[in-house]
């Protein structure tokens, strides 16, 4: 069964990087096939994606989030982190982190999510 856990400050100020890690249990994130995102969720908004690291360590981002996201991986630790520079408080919501099964085109684990609040 493969497990996926968020882990990072729950509070971060306007301008400073917020830096989440996912750890993934049950399955290795260099097994071909499945890509590994970033996906949030804004107080009384839809789900947004952010980002994805794939098996091979190419990484592709959404363009909404203007340059600000990088994503990294650690695959001795079977992790993977995202960084958004800059912050606003717009950037508060629950962030998740999920794996993307790309032969069935959808996602088929996700983490319990994590909240993010930005705040001075």
């Known amino acids: 069964q493969v497990q996926l856990q968020e882990s990072g400050p729950g509070l971060v100020k306007p301008s400073q990087t917020l830096s989440l890690t996912c750890t993934v249990s049950?399955?290795?994130?260099?097994?071909?096939?499945?890509?590994w995102s970033w996906i949030r969720q804004p107080p009384g908004k839809g789900l947004e994606w952010m980002g994805v690291?794939?098996?091979?360590?190419?990484?592709y981002y959404s363009p909404s989030l203007n340059g600000r996201t990088s994503i990294s991986r650690d695959t001795s630790k079977n992790q993977f982190t995202l960084q958004l520079s800059s912050v606003t408080p717009e950037d508060t919501a629950v962030y998740y982190c999920?794996?993307?099964?790309?032969?069935?085109?959808?996602?088929?684990?996700w983490g319990q999510g994590t909240q993010v609040t930005v705040s001075s």
């Open positions: 690291i794939r098996y091979d360590g190419n990484t």
């Open positions: 999920a794996r993307r099964d790309t032969t069935l085109g959808l996602w088929d684990y």
């Open positions: 049950g399955g290795s994130i260099t097994t071909s096939v499945y890509a």
